[in-house]
Antibody
Framework: QVQLVQSGAEVKKPGASVKVSCKASGYTFTSYGISWVRQAPGQGLEWMGW????????NYAQKLQGRVTMTTDTSTSTAYMELRSLRSDDTAVYYC??????????????WGQGTLVTVSS | EIVLTQSPGTLSLSPGERATLSCRAS???????LAWYQQKPGQAPRLLIY???SRATGIPDRFSGSGSGTDFTLTISRLEPEDFAVYYC?????????FGQGTKVEIK
């Protein structure tokens, strides 16, 4: 079955970086894209950006431009999201989700299980 | 960016009752590019509806979506115990795609 499995929880200090992985299985990785969505504690969902696993094209949310980088490793069917210069308000559960290969705008299905990133001094 | 406002914030209902959830957009959502998700505590969101009214694979037919332009509705015809959760709408007609703040459906 189609599945996205994310890396484990992280605790980081303010100013540090975090890199979350998302390993895909059950489908042809390069036929789709991966979006990243985060959810602060008790809050709603925020789209962070998208990467095409087909050609590597990216589209990032404006508020995160310059701090976020999304990449893929097609040899292992894994997507990565790196967020730099972490602040306390980056504390959230980070989700990867499958989307289309050619456009950043779509519904998401399925989602990874989520990775809790805690930013604290 | 398009702002989505969901109402009510919380819906208190009993199993077997009908649930009607609203999602209103600050501007027209092109091509009815609107999705609905269900999220239970400690779990990732699950896609229910896309294209405003198309059910995702494996979603029971008690879930239905409708609407166009700026007003969209998710209806759960008869609530089952497993339906008590938070529901989010998402527009993907324009970038950045945005989500509503959620409606919690709780047991009365």
């Amino acid at each position: 079955q189609v599945q996205l499995v994310q890396s484990g929880a992280e605790v980081k200090k303010p100013g540090a970086s975090v890199k979350v992985s998302c390993k895909a299985s059950g489908y042809t990785f390069t036929s789709y894209g991966i979006s990243w969505v985060r959810q602060a504690p008790g809050q709603g969902l925020e789209w962070m950006g998208w990467i095409s696993a087909y050609n590597g094209n990216t589209n990032y949310a404006q508020k995160l431009q310059g701090r976020v980088t999304m990449t893929t490793d097609t040899s292992t069917s894994t997507a990565y999201m790196e967020l730099r210069s972490l602040r306390s308000d980056d504390t959230a559960v980070y989700y990867c989700a499958r989307g289309p290969a050619t456009t950043p705008t779509s519904w998401f299905d399925p989602w990874g299980q989520g990775t809790l990133v805690t930013v604290s001094s | 960016e398009i702002v989505l406002t969901q109402s009510p914030g919380t819906l208190s209902l009993s199993p077997g009752e009908r649930a009607t959830l609203s999602c209103r957009a600050s501007q027209s959502v092109s091509s009815s590019y609107l999705a609905w998700y269900q999220q239970k505590p400690g779990q990732a969101p699950r896609l229910l509806i896309y294209g405003a009214s198309s059910r995702a694979t494996g979603i029971p037919d008690r879930f239905s979506g409708s609407g166009s332009g700026t007003d969209f509705t998710l209806t759960i015809s008869r609530l089952e115990p497993e339906d008590f959760a938070v529901y989010y709408c998402q527009q993907y007609g324009s970038s950045p795609e945005t989500f509503g703040q959620g409606t919690k459906v709780e047991i009365k």
